[in-house]
Structures are given as structure tokens and as C-alpha cells.
């Protein structure tokens, strides 16, 4: 089944393209949305995402739901692209080489267990 | 405007009940709290009831009904949810009701039945609070979510696991003497250090516990109370609610609850009180680190400088102003939608003299209760006050 908005803005994230939602004032958001979440401007446009952000906290899940059991223990972070902020699951380093501040491209992936798209952030080389 | 007042108060013991259902929980609380009231029947105008996860874990949606039976009554009943905030929004809006002049008297009270689901089953039950689309699709648990706040927290703040097992040490240590709690065990903050990681920074004693369990108050009126000369000595002085963006992601604050700032400053305002005016308090530890977010939500501590009270002595039972002296959803037990009017029921039975740990504030007068939802995307705020 798909999710109309969502589903659009994750394939374009796989395709290097991602982008976000912003409002005149500059305040970012993600689809589906048909106003700003911060002062409720409907004059939203497809703004392109950065390509690099930069992890402001994470955490590695040991207790995952079922949707996430043969992925577990994993890294799930947020990280800041500007005005906008993503929650993805980090892959291709290391728990022990993850930390606060580290830059991060946002990619989609394969979650193991349920064969579904996942988003995922992927170390930058500095 | 009518004053509210507590008629009755009743909890089952919290734990696991795999196998007893949700509406028999409820009837027990329900029940205690209705022979404590001494009221009759037919008086009941309406019966509020919060519950988070019926459909999942009992295929039972449109629970209102089926408790309000269920508890002996036959009148409107409606649910709430709102996380592990259902019960308290459900209380607030039995408060509302009464000042409005729309009740007289009113069942408030949650219930949830956790334990018939499996340890995965839970997780994801627990999950459905934070945002699907952002949140859970990006493997975000419950602890999860508060284990991103501890970090930012960590991060922002200082302190450390250390300053959080304090947390947990002084929570187990009040619910030793309560009855109703799920964990009557003593722990030490090396066993808090050592435990389990579920979620990194938070550890298995970080965590409330899988609990089923229910809880129910008996509001009346005023003049309800006063024309048929009720013993209901505690009154409803203060309600607050504030709200959040549902994704940590879309938040201002990572470190920090504004949705609890706003329902304390709102409560504090309705029962022109200050935080320095607040005797005993029960908070909402679903985490220890949610336990630091809400003191500092609540005005007790500026942020950054909650972490440390439990390990300094100032929330513990021989402190200035204890907190969670219930165990707290740590070791008391965590039946989300059950929880927000179960803190009612403590702080009532702590003001009225008859909690088992009463003699930890004798003295007592005005007590706060702060129940969040989710990642306190939503948050209520109750202040209950001794009539004089
Ligand atoms: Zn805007």
C-alpha cells in the first residue's frame, strides 16, 4: 500500500535528489504536508535537501519491535540538514565510530526484516 | 465557577496480569473508588476513561461502554488516548466538565493490559506514541525515543548514567512500603549501572516496567460534596495541558519539555500557586531521564540542574520536597493508560494522610501531578490542594 507524499519523497531521497518543504519564512518541514508546522504558511515549496548533516543525537536500539528484529542492536540518530531535521538509521560504520556531530548523506535502504524501505544515513569522508 | 472535588480513589495492585481483562481490572478500581465515595448509582452523570492500546492488545476499541458496565454504572462514557497522558486528559477533561456545570459527579480513571503480549508485541505496541511515518519507520522504540532525549540531554546539560541510576535507586525505595506497586526491591546504583542496555544511554533500570493495572477517582462538585456532606477533603486546584510536535525531529527543544512548561505554568496559574508553593510531587518516570525533564518542566529546578537532585538528596523521601514517593512509574509500575489518574490516587491518599508513605510529609498541603504522553508531546499538569 502506499502512502501518497511520503512514499514520493523517500524514492527521491534514493535517487540523490531528496528535498524538503519551506514555507517564506524559511522554516523547514517533511511531506505530507499542506502547511508549515511552525506558522502555518501554506505557501510550501520543494526546497533541495543538503546533502551533508550532521548528527545531533543517536542512540543504539538493543529491545527493537518486530519490524526491526534482525536488525537489532542498531543505530537510530537524528541529524540536522539545515532547517530541517531526519530520523534514519545509521549504517556502514560502527557503533563504537558514531558520535554527536558527525556528518551524515542520507540514503534509502533495505530494512532485513520486513524487506521495506528504510531511511538510512551513511558516514561522509571528511 | 464549581469547585472540584476527590469523593473516592481506587487502584488494583499494579503487575502482570496476562491473563485478567482490561474491563476487570478497570471494574476493581472502579469499584474501590465507588465504595469510598458512598455515592449512589444513579448520581453519576458521567464516566471519563483513558486507555492507549485496547485494540491492540485486546482487539477492543470503543472501551467507554464496556468500563462504564464493567464498573456498575449507566451513563455516557467515553475514552481517551493520548499515550501514556490518556489517563490524565481523561481526569482533565472530568475536571472541565464539573467547573463547567456540565457533571456533578464523574468516574474518571485508565486501564491497560500489557502482559498477554509478548516483549516484541509491547515494543511495538509502545512505538505507535511516536511519529510512524519519521519516527518508527526509522526503528524508533519507546526507549528509543527517550534514549535520543538522554543523549541530547547528556550532551547539553552534563551529567551522566550515575546522576539517572540515583533516580532509580529513590524510586525503588519509596515503592517498598506501597501495596500496590509492582517492585518491591530494593536496588543500588552499581545494579542500575550494571543492567541490561535496551536502548544507549538507557539501561533495563532506566525503564518503568511492562505493567498491567488500572486506576479510578470519584469527582464531584463543590456544592454536590457540600449538600450531601461528603468527606472528600482534597480539591482539584489547578489543571494544565500543553502540547508538542509529535516527532523529536520537528522539536525545538531535544533536551528539554516545553509541552510540560506550559501545562505546569497553566495549572500553577488556575490554583494561584508558584512551584515554590508545591509540597510532594509525582512525576512522570516512564525513564529516569523523564523524570529530570519534568522537574525542570515543572519549575522545580532550572534546565540542566534536575539531573543531579535524587543524587543530592532533594527529591528522596527525607528531602525538601519529595518526589514520586508512590515508587513512580519506575517501580510502581507503568499501566500506561492507567497511570495519569493513579497518580491522583497516590498524591490524594499522600495529602489525605493515609498513603504508606504519608509520614514523609506530614505536613503536606499542595501536591502536583505531571503525566506526559509519548515523548511529552503531550503533557497534563494537576495541582491538588487540602480544603482548609
Ligand atoms: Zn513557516
Known amino acids: 500500500m502506499a502512502d501518497a507524499g511520503y512514499d514520493d519523497w523517500v524514492a527521491a531521497i534514493a535517487d540523490g535528489e531528496g528535498y524538503y518543504l519551506a514555507c517564506p519564512d524559511g522554516h523547514g518541514s517533511l511531506p505530507p504536508r499542506r502547511s508549515c508546522p511552525h ?23 538493543h529491545v527493537p519491535a518486530p519490524s526491526f528484529a534482525d536488525e537489532a542492536p542498531y543505530v537510530t540518530a537524528i541529524a540536522s540538514f539545515g532547517s530541517v531535521r531526519l530520523t534514519g538509521v545509521v549504517r556502514d560504520v560502527p557503533r563504537s565510530d558514531v558520535e554527536l556531530g558527525m556528518a551524515v548523506t542520507p540514503d534509502v535502504d533495505v530494512n532485513a526484516t520486513t524487506g521495506e524501505q528504510v531511511l538510512v544515513f551513511r558516514p561522509v569522508d571528511e | 465557577m464549581n469547585d472540584v472535588r476527590i469523593a473516592g480513589v481506587g487502584l488494583t495492585k499494579f503487575g502482570r496480569y496476562p491473563e485478567r481483562t482490561g474491563r476487570d ?7 474501590a473508588a465507588r465504595d469510598e465515595a458512598g455515592i449512589s448509582r444513579g448520581d453519576y452523570d458521567e464516566v471519563h476513561y483513558g486507555n492507549f492500546m485496547g485494540e491492540l492488545a485486546e482487539g477492543q476499541g470503543h472501551q467507554g461502554p464496556v468500563v462504564a458496565e464493567a464498573a456498575g454504572l449507566d451513563c455516557p462514557a467515553t475514552r481517551y488516548e493520548s499515550a501514556c497522558a490518556s489517563a490524565g486528559v481523561a481526569f482533565r477533561q472530568a475536571v472541565q466538565t464539573i467547573r463547567g456545570g456540565g457533571a456533578d459527579v464523574v468516574l474518571v480513571g485508565g486501564m491497560e493490559r500489557m502482559n498477554n503480549l509478548g516483549t516484541s508485541e509491547v515494543t511495538r505496541s509502545l ?11 526509522a526503528g ?19 551529567g551522566d548514567n ?15 512500603t506501597n501495596e500496590y506497586a509492582q517492585f518491591h526491591r530494593e536496588i543500588t546504583v552499581e545494579d542500575a549501572l550494571e543492567s541490561p542496555v535496551v536502548a544507549d544511554p538507557l539501561t533495563l533500570y532506566d525503564a518503568c516496567p511492562i505493567t498491567d493495572g488500572a486506576s479510578a477517582v470519584v469527582l464531584v462538585s463543590g456544592d454536590y460534596a457540600d449538600e450531601n456532606g461528603l468527606d472528600a477533603p482534597v480539591r482539584v486546584a489547578g489543571s494544565g495541558q500543553g502540547g508538542d510536535k509529535a516527532a523529536l525531529q520537528d522539536r525545538e527543544y531535544l533536551a528539554q519539555t516545553p509541552a510540560a512548561t506550559k501545562a505546569a505554568e497553566m495549572a500553577y496559574a488556575d490554583a494561584a500557586i508558584t512551584p515554590d508553593d508545591v509540597d510532594v510531587a509525582e512525576v512522570h518516570d516512564c525513564f529516569t531521564i523523564a523524570e529530570v525533564l519534568a522537574l525542570e518542566s515543572l519549575g522545580f529546578y532550572e534546565p540542566g540542574e534536575g539531573i543531579g537532585a535524587a543524587a543530592r538528596g532533594e527529591t528522596t523521601r527525607d528531602g525538601d520536597r519529595p518526589v514520586n514517593l508512590s ?11 492507567a497511570t495519569g489518574t493513579a497518580q491522583v490516587v497516590e498524591m490524594t491518599k499522600l495529602l489525605r494522610g493515609d498513603h504508606a508513605n504519608s509520614d514523609a510529609v506530614p505536613d503536606a498541603r499542595v501536591g502536583v501531578t505531571h503525566n506526559a504522553g509519548g515523548t511529552v508531546a503531550s503533557a497534563v499538569v494537576h495541582v491538588l490542594e487540602v480544603m482548609n
Open chain 2, 140 to 158: 524508533v522504540t519507546f526507549p528509543g525515543a527517550y534514549a535520543l532525549m538522554a543523549r541530547a540531554y547528556f550532551d547539553e546539560f552534563g
Open chain 2, 25 to 31: 481490572l478497570f471494574a476493581e478500581a472502579a469499584l
Open chain 1, 39 to 61: 506558522c502555518a504558511s501554506d505557501e510550501l515549496t520543494e526546497e533541495p535537501l543538503a546533502e551533508t548533516g550532521e548528527i545531533v543525537t543517536f542512540t543504539e536500539v
Open chain 2, 327 to 337: 515508587g513512580g512509574l519506575k517501580a510502581k509500575g507503568h499501566p500506561v493508560g
Open chain 2, 127 to 137: 512505538a505507535i506514541a511516536a511519529d510512524e511515518l519519521f519516527e518508527v519507520r
Open chain 2, 162 to 176: 550515575e546522576d539517572l541510576a540515583h533516580i532509580a535507586v529513590k524510586n525503588h525505595a519509596n515503592a517498598m
